[in-house]
DNA sequence: GCTATTTCTGAAACCGATTTCAGAAAATGT
DNA sequence: ACATTTTCTGAAATCGGTTTCAGAAATAGC
């Protein structure tokens, strides 16, 4: 567009005849400027395309106008939508997202955490993640912060979660209506609130209607597909018999389904398949996965939201946000 | 950490009785200081936990440290993988990446790229898109530019690809070679070169063995799951029959793998179904994919390097990638 | 031992904005 | 019509660094 890319506030000043003072202030619409210089400052603007330098301006204002966004994994199903809903979230603000993955690392992610404090970003978002409370403790009174995913005592109004334990109960129940009895279930990493609280679910739906949950049908996995293919070996070998895997994310429910597909063990015919998540291909999995869908989208607009309004001084309220059962064709009637 | 989060060059420069610029130099390493005052300005920075800002770094430099990563879609299982390569590559870096979502809308992407600018950063990486040209050509010229994924007319030094035909060609060889006659191809957006390059080795090797594509057996998709299985359906109502589907991508493959679960079509008994990609998932396919493996993270990586390259001023050499053939078990020999 | 280099160092200018402060101009009150 | 307030405006300081420049100190040359 322009070959010299030096255009500054002086230079518009001086094209607008009016001093650097009044070009800022109709940049910021800090004070009122009259109509005429106004005019005359945006038309030089124009004119020459100028556009501030941001790293000036962030200097001489303090505030940096960008958001840390710490993901643990480019590339996970849910967290990407997370992060996408940063994206929407953030779209029509004057603020820009900085994305870093913490690759489910503490030292990685604390790493990252002071990288974007180097930054100097003016607000946080962390997506699930391992870093010690007590670093989160200490950021969340240096930064505005939201984290997304995980429950952190003392920092409750700063957490945005998900209901997994009713989405655990609902999807447990729903296999139970259908006259599944002997309901295996593979957890996630269980030092996870999440985790442990979608087991939580599994066991209290089991136990509202009066089955003891067997020791032997739950299996820690550590929420990859690899682990889901391997607990479900497991289980197998175990020998208790069941009609029914709840894994505590669609990525092991994949690892769960190869398994099944190796020993000829068909589903739903013989064995019933459900996850959580409703990570986008899950639709496509042969069959198709019943699975809870969480509104990650919608969290990560809310954290977006949330961290904005942290910045200007306010409180958000942050909704436990709810779940939702998708039928799709991994479950048959238990016969 | 620290209550008072103001410590500037000018406290490290009192505490270490030395003037601002020394200090300076030894933290940039641009002139020689001497042994005891270097130390004692190491000793004032660790002392006082000094961090420079980035801001005032950046606008007396001119340098902001910073790659601007422009993606089309967070949770592209391909493009992600690209991006964890960027950012592996820059990680012992000073530099740190910037990501954006063009979202495959040439708006968006373009948008994309004057925030990259406005924001000063010292190069660029494009991960596909839709960008014009003549745009791409010109911000070639402005910045440091590396695309991945897309050959540019003029811009060929600067273009990061994956032999294309070359992966295409060896995998319809494949299935040639294990008795297939009659293959089907679901394409990608033909618009992409990638896609055409696949045709077009698909094609080749036909050819190369006195088969000549039948234009029924060629249909158009998008790259994404729900076209895969449209273009699935599709061949099926078109009547002429066919051993094996090759999918321009693995998300096609995972439409078309649904398409025929629901026409009751075995995989591989009936039918081979061989993808192009090897996301991460589709090793856990049932069955698991035959596929072409692109080194996407290597990309990334490599993307990286050279951009930094071209930000020193030398002129990377982008090697063509190739691929490599990832049998699993998706194919069967043609009885 | 004295000049010619080389090596370090600090003062001051600069990067490109924002913001304070005080004064000028305009609007308001009576 | 004159004092008082309110609105605008520009000069100058500031944000926190880097870099130029010229001089001081140390080293080398002969």
Known sequence: MSLNEKIT????????QVSKSTVS???NE??????????AVLAAMAALNYKPNVFAQSLASGQSLSIGVLTQNFGSPVYDVIMRGVLLGLEETPYSPLFADGRWQPETEQKAIETFLDRRVDGLILIGGYCPEEVLVETARRTPLIIVGREVPGLHNHCLNVDNEQGAYAIT????DLGHQDIAHITGILAHE??????QGYRQALLDVGIEPHPDLVIEGNFRRQSGMMATEMLLLRGRP?????CANDQMAFGARLALYRRGIRVPDDVSLVGFDDQPDSAFMTPPLTTIRQPAEEMGRM???AVLQLIKGGSPDLPLFQTELVIRESVSRHH
Request: glycine share 0%.
């Open 9 to 16: 506030i002086a230079d518009i000043a001086a094209h607008a």
């Open 25 to 27: 202030r109709v940049l």
């Open 30 to 39: 800090t004070t009122p400027v009259a109509a005429d210089k106004r005019e």
């Open 173 to 176: 129940r729903y296999l139970i």
């Open 194 to 199: 999440d985790a442990a609280q979608r087991l």
């Open 242 to 246: 069941f009609s029914a895997i709840f």
């Open 303 to 305: 954290a977006a939201m």
